[in-house]
């Protein structure tokens, strides 16, 4: 059964003190259940499930006429949230794997907004790692990007306007969230949160706009990821395997209740005794 | 023209006459010029001093004759070892070490009762014959079937279908012919079947062992005291075996197509649990089903097709995903596929991908959402169902043309068998329509 909290009118207003008044609230309707709970932030939310979705990718601009053999193009990597949120919610740092020709290969990104930017030659894969805070998540998550710096072969020549951009979307899950975590972030934007209506916005306070990417430098270049195109295209599909399955199974009723040569044909009553 | 006598005349009579132009030395044209009087080509005198051979540019190896070497120009040879040394060709008649001889020599077997004297080829070495027991003697085996005094019979063995006599003369036959129980069976006085016979040796035998031995326990290991011979068993066993032996071919036909149905039900309901990680059992109907068995299985069917959950593959999580506390979705959408398509064969995942492809579905989907996951997994699904029914209808197409063709070699069956036949086809699509 849904947990009781999802039904718990949103917190009114932005900020910790609300959400946790409203959550209080809930517990308080719970029967025989103290109002402080000590195991309050470790105990797990079972069936419910609360994902973050993210972009994550590259963006290689050519360095055109500063370019020398060794130094042909600088790029960024990065990971930002899916509608441009500030991930720092949830992230605590994030480290890039880069290529061990790369002088200090390893580069921690302590805060938001998550990305490297560097300048080189070569494209190779690089290993995303992200540590999320304490009451998110113990474990890490690795993710792989392949940089990208050169066009698909009949581009054209390269531009110093114009970059190569790779981005990959997918979303962070977490199955079972604690519940104090829960409650941290289920009003966040950077969230979503199945089966509860959208809250609505938290005021952006001052500091909170610094952390998201909705201006940030490269945004003209973000994709945009609906999932509005995929699913269209799924139920169409689904639709035509859906007729298709139909039709044969005509086709096999009818080949049952197809008469053979050998048979001695004494009615169909006998003969579909079971039907 | 000196008339054409053979080439070496003619050869020396050319040499002879050299008259002081050298010539060149090749057999044949120098012949026929000789013989047409032509003039004949010069060389440097050097060369006429030279061997009658020809100097060919290499020497022709010794293992290929001349006409072969010639033609190959010596290309394309295999090694060059000799097969068979010329030199041991000679030799093979050498003088052995020790002297052997063959003698006609009379021997007597272990394995004879009688006295017979028979004589066979002995190969003596340096004049001493072979001894020891003749070589076959050891294949003469022999079974040790036991004997009982009066007491003992009394005691342990009676029996009330068996009387003395013919326990004895049971135990006779037994000595006699090796424990052959078909001939023993042929040659008993009285008319007993095979199973009787045995299992009255059996009991007797084993009455014995345990009679004689001091404790169980020493015969305990025997396995004629382990195991005790089930005739009933024996009986059906040989029974069911000649059935199956005289069975017609459309018999057989019918039992294969019945196994091959059962097996395909089992094979993709247990493709379903795996998806489904079902708790609601479903009843398996028994893999061997003998052709008049069809009953029960089209009982369950109908059984299993109710309590097959609808397919909600998007709340069933494997449990390599339970483990995680975070994971991405694309992650968790492999996983699920991959428990999808873990019972398919490789050829069927082909065909789901391929299938996916030519509706212009991504593979992988672009923006993998919870949404747009549970709706890939659901089509992925629906095709596997859609490909699964088309091998169906192919294979109920190929068996209707088969009856077809064979309709017309084999007598008709009978319309109950056949009514059987076609009442499972039936349940079982119904079952499909539940699915």
Redesign the interface.
Known sequence: APIILSDSPPAAAAGAEPALTAAQKALRSKPARAPEDPDKKNKKLKDVEI?F?IVYGTISFWLGKKASEYNSHKWTVYIRSATNEDLSVIVKRVVFQLHPSFTNPTRVVEQPPFELSESGWGEFEIAITLY?HSDV???R?D?FHQLKLYPEEDAGPQSTKKPVVVET????????PTEAFFLRVQNHPAA?V?RLPPGPMELMSHDKKRFDTKDHSLSQWFSN???A???L???A??Q???A??AK??R???M??G?P?????I?GPG?????? | HPPCRGRKTVRTLTLARSTGVPVLLRPSSMDAKDILGLQKTSFPSAQEKKPRAPKEPQRKPDGVSREVYALTGGVGMAPLMPTIEASHLKRRPAVEKEKVAWQWLPFTSSARTDNLQLYHWVRVVNNVPPTGDYDFAKYNTKVDVLKYTDEEYEKYLTEPTWSREETDQLFELCQRFDLRFIVIADRFPTARSVEDLKSRYYSVTRALLIARARSFDEVAGNPLVKETFNAAHETERKRALSALFSQTKQQERKDAEVLAEAKRIMESRAANKNVEEAGAPTSLPNAAVPADGVSPLSNNLPSSAATHPAAAANTSIPDTLRMLKVYLRTHALDQMVQAVTASAGIRMIKRVDQTLQDLGVNLKPKVPTKAVCAEHLELRNEILTLLNIQKQLQNKEAEVLANRESSFTEAPTTPKVHAEWVTTLFSLCFCVEDI
């Open positions: 994902s979705p999320f998540c113990e474990k998550l993710l979307y997918d979303e962070v899950v977490f199955p079972e979503t199945p990821f609906s999932e195109d995929e699913l295209k799924l139920a599909a689904r035509q395997v859906q298709h399955i044969l199974r086709q096999l009723s080949i049952e197809m053979q040569q050998s048979r001695v004494s006998q003969q579909f005794g079971h039907g």
